[in-house]
């Protein structure tokens, strides 16, 4: 069983960045493509950035393309997601998954473990 730990959530300004990040245990960190999603207040949850497990393949939603990256580090079984010139519409509460599908699905149901969330919150 994967376990996922988020952190590095918090409240920030416009224009400020932050960084994720989540540990993942269980399992071989390199059997999995980690992916981030977001769910703001009365909205779906959405795919914001996703890596494939060899780092060869990422994903970004159009509306963080240029601002955020996300990045892994297989010695420290840790994915990242850096998070620049935030925007008050990236105020949701990030999680972190995992999953062996290899697609990096857009859709929750594509992976197989999730975290518990940490909450960005970006007052303009």
């Known amino acids: 069983q994967v376990q996922l730990a988020e952190s590095g959530g918090g409240l920030v300004q416009a224009g400020d960045s932050l960084r994720l990040s989540c540990v993942h245990s269980?399992?071989?960190?390199?059997?999995?493509?980690m992916g981030w999603f977001r769910q703001a207040p009365g909205k779906e949850r959405e795919r914001v950035a996703a890596l494939s497990w060899s780092g060869s393949s990422k994903y970004y939603a159009d509306s963080v393309k240029g601002r955020f990256t996300i990045s892994r580090d297989n010695a420290k079984n840790t994915v990242y997601l850096q998070m620049n010139s935030l925007k008050a519409e990236d105020t949701a509460v990030y999680y972190c998954?995992?999953?062996?599908?290899?697609?990096?699905?857009?859709?929750?149901?594509?992976?197989?473990?999730w975290g518990q969330g940490t909450q960005v919150t970006v007052s303009s």
């Open positions: 998954t995992a999953g062996a599908g290899g697609i990096l699905s857009a859709s929750e149901q594509g992976w197989n473990y």
């Open positions: 269980g399992r071989t960190f390199t059997r999995d493509d």
